[in-house]
């Protein structure tokens, strides 16, 4: 489960079931971040990393992102990691490993 807490009332929630934690898996990376003023949460299982964002008004998690890590496996060897949503649609990235520090994804394309 994944507790929250409202800096207002300053009260804690648990908030809506998340869809990515599962059974232990050591080969699955979890990060937490923020994108576009929302609580997101990327997770990296082998083959691919799934993008979630809280839906903080009906209390669920919407998958935003799904990139399929074979294709991407031959520019960035080890895994990305969210940092920004750019004109609406697009998500910039950060891989922490290599010489070309920033990548932008476009789901169009």
Same mark, same amino acid.
């Given at each position: 489960?994944?507790? /929250? *807490? @409202?800096?207002?009332?300053? &009260?804690?929630?648990? +908030?809506?079931?998340?869809?990515?934690?599962?059974? #232990?898996?050591?080969?699955?990376?979890?990060?937490?971040?923020?994108?576009?003023?929302?609580?997101?949460?990327?997770?990296?299982?082998?083959?691919?990393?799934?993008?979630? /964002? *809280? @839906?903080?008004?009906?209390? &669920?998690?919407?998958? +935003?992102?799904?990139?399929?890590?074979?294709?991407? #496996?031959?520019?960035?060897?080890?895994?990305?990691?969210?940092?920004?949503?750019?004109?609406?649609?697009?998500?910039?990235?950060?891989?922490?490993?290599?010489?070309?520090?920033?990548?932008?994804?476009?789901?169009?394309?």
């Amino acid at each position: 489960m994944v507790l /929250s *807490f @409202d800096l207002h009332t300053e &009260t804690f929630q648990v +908030i809506a079931k998340a869809p990515f934690l599962h059974v #232990s898996d050591d080969k699955k990376k979890i990060f937490m971040c923020n994108l576009g003023d929302r609580l997101c949460v990327s997770e990296e299982k082998w083959l691919e990393q799934v993008i979630w /964002s *809280f @839906d903080s008004d009906h209390k &669920t998690w919407m998958n +935003i992102c799904s990139i399929d890590l074979i294709t991407t #496996s031959s520019f960035f060897p080890s895994h990305i990691l969210p940092l920004a949503v750019l004109d609406k649609d697009k998500l910039l990235f950060y891989d922490p490993d290599s010489r070309r520090a920033l990548v932008t994804y476009d789901p169009k394309n």
